[in-house]
């Protein structure tokens, strides 16, 4: 069993911004996908104006996976040390990510630091690329996830990964679930992938940290779970703030406020609710492991510093 990863003061990596006419290197590390989605998200990143680049051995496939560990992990490596490609953007989630967790060359990825994009089981990767090289990483749409989503998804997108600026406060319906202010590093992805992860180096302890957390079909009694394991695991020790983004088709709204609620009834840390990403249409973009800024009581959340230089 591995004790709870304590985050380092260390300075953020961060990669250069995104330019007009950038390439989109494209990954597929964890399970295969429709090349139909494949393909009108490609489209989509065209006629944004981005060149595509697939990595090779891209539509392999393993029963569940999209080939094998050492070939997805290898793809990887292979755009990150492409000076042709600018951002590296998965293809889906799914399952996976974990399986290559320990075949990945950090090292080679802190030395060739680039934008990193995905969502779902993806998290696995941005908790290890920070905790090995610091290197900022952005909770975002997939390329198959590009043809369904609304277009306030990319144009969020566009602005975190161009560095148009420190993003927020971020619009939308905000539920304000306990009151209060504070700051931290803002880290965190799928819930179900960061309770995959504890008991594994990989597992943080967010201390300080403001936690975004987000689910798709899972029952209110499986996020209980899920949640209570992250709890009774130390995750929650002194966490400077919890944002939950969209709980697609996980019962009803108010009953997982009510858990979420209930389950740090004694903690002072500030909670925000109905952050428009995961699941959802709705995705923006989130940089990993910068400073951020939250205020429930006005329902802000707003990020302090850019993502990419």
């Known amino acids: 069993m591995h004790a709870l990863m304590r985050l380092s003061q260390k300075l953020p990596l961060k990669a250069k911004r995104l330019t007009p006419g950038a390439t ?18 490609l489209s989509i990143l065209h006629a944004m104006g981005y060149a595509t680049r697939l990595a090779d051995g891209l539509f392999k496939m393993n029963g569940y996976l999209a080939g094998h560990d050492q070939q997805r992990a290898d793809q990887l490596h292979a755009l990150f040390l492409d000076d042709r490609v600018d951002a590296v953007m998965c293809a889906r989630g799914g399952f996976g990510s974990l399986r290559i967790l320990t075949l990945l060359d950090y090292a080679l990825i802190a030395a060739h630091p680039k934008p990193f994009v995905g969502f779902s089981d993806i998290t696995a990767l941005h908790q290890a690329f920070f905790a090995h090289t610091g290197l900022v990483t952005f909770h975002g749409p997939m390329v198959c996830t590009l043809s369904r989503s609304d277009p306030q998804t990319r144009v969020t997108w566009e602005q975190v990964l161009c560095g148009a600026g420190p993003q927020g406060p971020l619009i ?16 965190g992805g799928n819930l179900a992938t960061l309770c995959h992860l504890l008991g594994t180096p990989f597992a943080y302890k967010y201390e300080g940290c403001i936690l975004f957390i987000e689910e798709t079909g899972e ?7 899920m949640l209570v394991q992250m709890k009774l695991s130390g995750c929650f020790e002194n966490l400077a703030g919890l944002v939950l983004g969209s709980f697609k088709d996980c019962g009803v709204e108010a009953e997982i406020d009510a858990l979420v ?12 609710a109905g952050v428009n990403a995961g699941h959802g249409n709705c995705n923006l973009t989130l940089p990993l492991g910068i400073m951020a800024a939250l205020d429930t009581d006005r329902g802000e959340l707003r990020f302090l510093e850019t993502a990419v230089v």
């Open 24 to 41: 989109i290197g494209v990954a597929a590390p964890a399970s295969p996908f429709k090349r139909e989605e494949l393909m009108q998200g």
């Open 261 to 272: 609620r209930q389950l740090f009834d004694d903690s002072a840390t500030p909670i925000l």
């Open 219 to 225: 029952a209110p009694y499986r996020i209980d779970r």
């Open 172 to 187: 939308g319906n905000h539920r304000t679930l306990k009151p209060g202010k504070s700051q931290g590093l803002f880290l």
